[in-house]
T-cell receptor
Framework: DQQVKQNSPSLSVQEGRISILNCDYTNSMFDYFLWYKKYPAEGPTFLISISSIKDKNEDGRFTVFLNKSAKHLSLHIVPSQPGDSAVYFCAASAAGGKLIFGQGTELSVKP | GAVVSQHPSWVICKSGTSVKIECRSLDFQATTMFWYRQFPKQSLMLMATSNEGSKATYEQGVEKDKFLINHASLTLSTLTVTSAHPEDSSFYIC??????????FGPGTRLLVL
């Protein structure tokens, strides 16, 4: 069963607008969540994380929101830039620090 | 920022040979490292957790005799794909935790078994 889901395989946004990437999870025992940006044939690049005891974390253009009751988190990128175009993965941290990844969402930011 | 390196970045080998991939944390010590693999157009799948000074913990369905993991020091973990076959061709990525709530990934190793 898929414990972490990203239901949108792709997202297209105009430059300067907001990008909202969504992620749902099923296990309420995850202790923190992370977002990664990835290009083909490269390792994921860490963007931002959030503890399960918080509901928001912000770092520059990136903000992650966590709604524990809905088991949902989202990554907001404002303003979006063409260089943000990549595949974005959300991940949840399980016991021992291992990560469970969603399927990824391919973001395309158009000039 | 934290850096995790992998070597080699790509390798081509003949079927039946063994391939070793190294993962190093360059500016921090990591008692635990993780090994993932990714098939084209798919997500990252955790293979095993590498523990410094003890045996690795493998995920269900991962053959421990096929994928040998050695975590010899606080900055180095190795993954050896033994008797590699074409179906082992994949993108292998390691990662390491640095403190709470951050896990950094290496650049990955692309393995092609002919």
């Amino acid at each position: 069963d898929q414990q972490v889901k990203q239901n949108s395989p792709s997202l297209s946004v105009q430059e300067g607008r907001i990008s909202i990437l969504n992620c749902d999870y099923t296990n309420s025992m995850f202790d923190y969540f992370l977002w990664y940006k990835k290009y083909p044939a490269e390792g994921p690049t860490f963007l931002i994380s959030i503890s399960s005891i918080k509901d928001k974390n912000e770092d520059g253009r990136f903000t992650v929101f966590l709604n524990k009751s809905a088991k949902h988190l989202s990554l907001h990128i404002v303003p979006s830039q063409p260089g943000d175009s990549a595949v974005y993965f959300c991940a949840a941290s399980a016991a021992g620090g291992k990560l469970i990844f969603g399927q990824g969402t391919e973001l395309s930011v158009k000039p | 920022g934290a850096v995790v390196s992998q070597h080699p970045s790509w390798v081509i080998c003949k079927s039946g040979t063994s391939v070793k991939i190294e993962c190093r944390s360059l500016d921090f010590q990591a008692t635990t490292m993780f090994w993932y693999r990714q098939f084209p157009k798919q997500s990252l799948m955790l293979m095993a957790t590498s523990n410094e000074g003890s045996k690795a913990t493998y995920e269900q369905g991962v053959e421990k005799d096929k994928f040998l993991i050695n975590h010899a020091s606080l900055t180095l973990s190795t993954l050896t794909v033994t008797s590699a076959h074409p179906e082992d061709s994949s993108f292998y990525i390691c990662s390491a935790n640095r403190g709470q709530e951050t896990q950094y990934f290496g650049p990955g190793t692309r393995l092609l078994v002919l």
